[in-house]
């Protein structure tokens, strides 16, 4: 079992930036993956970003050259770096971890909010 708490949420405006993170509750090291979702209004929950244990990152086509997912495995955090962001960004931002190719877990998400 693992808890998975996001911070860095919040409102900024068209063109700014945030930095989210999600701090896992036990060693994230043998983690085989880590994500970033989101679930925009009236939209289904969808894929932003996933890093692997090895590093090897993959980003949705929409924030592809504005995100960065990244993770520090000695404070067992994953995080999102969120520039030039858009309204369309607008949405409840998840993280998600596998711990194996089964077993994966969800935090309880983090509101962000782009004011055009």
């Known amino acids: 079992q693992v808890q998975l708490v996001e911070s860095g949420g919040g409102l900024v405006q068209a063109g700014g930036s945030l930095r989210l993170s999600c701090a896992a509750s036990?060693?994230?090291?043998?983690?085989?993956?880590m994500g970033w979702y989101r679930q925009g209004p009236g939209k289904q929950r969808e894929l932003v970003a996933h890093?692997?244990?090895?590093?090897?990152?993959n980003y949705a086509d929409s924030v592809k050259g504005r995100f960065t997912i990244s993770r520090d495995n000695a404070v067992n955090t994953v995080y999102l770096q969120m520039n030039s962001l858009k309204p369309e960004d607008t949405a409840v931002y998840y993280c998600?971890?596998?711990?194996?190719?089964?077993?994966?877990?969800w935090g309880q998400g983090t509101q962000v909010t782009v004011s055009s």
């Open positions: 036990r060693s994230i090291f043998s983690m085989i993956l």
């Open positions: 998600r971890a596998y711990t194996d190719y089964v077993r994966n877990y």
């Open positions: 890093i692997t244990s090895s590093g090897t990152t």
